[in-house]
């Protein structure tokens, strides 16, 4: 199974219910499961399942014109889902609440630490802004 992370940059202002809404339903049809991390500006999103959805799915995100200059930080096989079972998680800028970090954090432990690296460095950027 694939397992495929990448940032890219938001153009405008993405209805990311509406992402969240396509996303939930297209991912549970190709058994695709994941986190998707929205702060306004950029977007993190992690993507695992069978290889050739994971593909098909990220083809299309890529030429998605929500968002733009996308980079894949990581991409590899991995035996087993290590973002759990979540269709997709999400966290809206100025959502209010638990901290997001907060809840993600369980589900990165079982993450490679390169991954979670990622995603560390990631969070703590953003809360230091
Ligand atoms: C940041 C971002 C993340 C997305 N994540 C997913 C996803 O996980 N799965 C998915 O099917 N589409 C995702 N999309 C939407 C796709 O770009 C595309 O619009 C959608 O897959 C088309 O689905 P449809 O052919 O069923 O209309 C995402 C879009 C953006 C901008």
Do not use: C
């Not at 694939?2 to 940032?7: D, R, W």
């Not at 894949?72 to 759990?84: D, I, P």
């Not at 079972?85 to 809206?92: C, G, K």
Request: no cysteine.
């Amino acid at each position: 199974m694939l397992q495929l992370v990448y940032i890219s940059t938001a153009r405008g202002e993405p209805l990311v219910s509406q992402i969240l809404a396509v996303s939930r339903r297209n991912n549970s049809r190709d058994g695709i499961t994941g986190l998707l991390y929205h702060d306004g500006v950029r977007f993190l999103q992690a993507l695992e399942g069978p290889t050739d959805k994971v593909e098909a799915a990220f083809e299309r995100i890529r030429a998605d014109e929500q968002h733009r200059a996308a980079v894949v930080l990581s991409r590899r096989e991995v035996e087993t889902r290590e973002f759990g079972s979540w269709e997709m998680a999400a966290r809206r800028p100025g959502a209010e609440g638990n901290d997001f970090i907060d809840r993600v954090a369980p589900l990165l432990a079982s993450v490679s630490p390169n991954v979670r690296g990622t995603f560390e460095g990631f969070f703590r950027v953003k809360r230091a802004a």
